[in-house]
């Protein structure tokens, strides 16, 4: 994967074939992350993508939802793609690259099992990287009125006339 391709001329087959090269959850090239449906890609101007791609991982793993798709994620952490939190980020991705190859795995990324990726953020959830990145997925992540609907969150009640006379029982989830 040496190989570098100006953005413009990626071409689907170029595309896909990154795809198997990557992983089973992104497509990583030059400037970019996508999902591997090629349905969302997400710009990368100052880490890695290949470093977002992880962070994605990693939010996934902090709180997961099998019913969100990774575009959420995405969008979520897009905000740690800043000069100004590069090497932090960068630094704590590399330390979770290093505790994955102590587990004989080439990278945090490449770990297929969850139950595993989950091992190793318990193991440094106590650093200032792990607090920083589950800190702000809350608001990034849970503040996306696209995901609402996801959670059966219908906005706030006031302009409805408030939760009382909105009703309690329309979400089908609880």
């Given at each position: 994967?040496?190989?570098?391709?100006?953005?413009?001329?990626?071409?689907?087959?170029?595309?896909?074939?990154?795809?198997?090269?990557?992983?089973?959850?992104?497509?990583?090239?030059?400037?970019f992350?996508?999902?591997?449906?090629?349905?969302?890609?997400?710009?990368?101007?100052?880490?890695?993508?290949?470093?977002?791609?992880?962070?994605i991982?990693?939010?996934?793993?902090?709180?997961?939802?099998?019913?969100?798709?990774?575009?959420?994620?995405?969008?979520?952490?897009?905000?740690?793609?800043?000069?100004?939190?590069?090497?932090m980020?960068?630094?704590?991705?590399?330390?979770?690259?290093?505790?994955?190859?102590?587990?004989g795995?080439?990278?945090?990324?490449?770990?297929?099992?969850?139950?595993?990726?989950?091992?190793?953020?318990?193991?440094?959830?106590?650093?200032?990287?792990?607090?920083?990145?589950?800190?702000?997925?809350?608001?990034?992540?849970?503040?996306?009125?696209?995901?609402?609907p996801?959670?059966?969150?219908?906005?706030?009640?006031?302009?409805?006339?408030?939760?009382?006379?909105?009703?309690?029982?329309?979400?089908?989830?609880?």
């Open positions: 994967m040496g190989e570098t391709l100006d953005r413009t001329s990626l071409t689907r087959r170029q595309l896909l074939a990154r795809s198997a090269a990557a992983g089973a959850l992104f497509v990583v090239g030059a400037g992350v996508a999902g591997t449906d090629a349905a969302w890609a997400s710009e990368v101007k100052h880490l890695e993508p290949r470093t977002m791609a992880t962070l991982q990693m939010a996934r793993d902090i709180y997961p939802h099998d019913h969100v798709g990774d575009e959420f994620y995405a969008a979520a952490v897009k905000g740690y793609d800043a000069e100004d939190k590069k090497a980020v960068e630094a704590g991705i590399a330390a979770l690259d290093a505790a994955a190859r102590g587990k795995h080439a990278s945090y990324l490449d770990m297929g099992w969850e139950r595993d990726r989950v091992d190793i953020l318990r193991g440094m959830e106590d650093s200032a990287f792990f607090q920083t990145v589950r800190g702000g997925l809350v608001t990034g992540l849970y503040n996306q009125k696209a995901v609402w996801l959670f059966g969150y219908e906005g706030e009640s006031y302009s409805k006339g408030g939760y009382l006379e909105h009703g309690f029982d329309d979400i089908n989830w609880v």
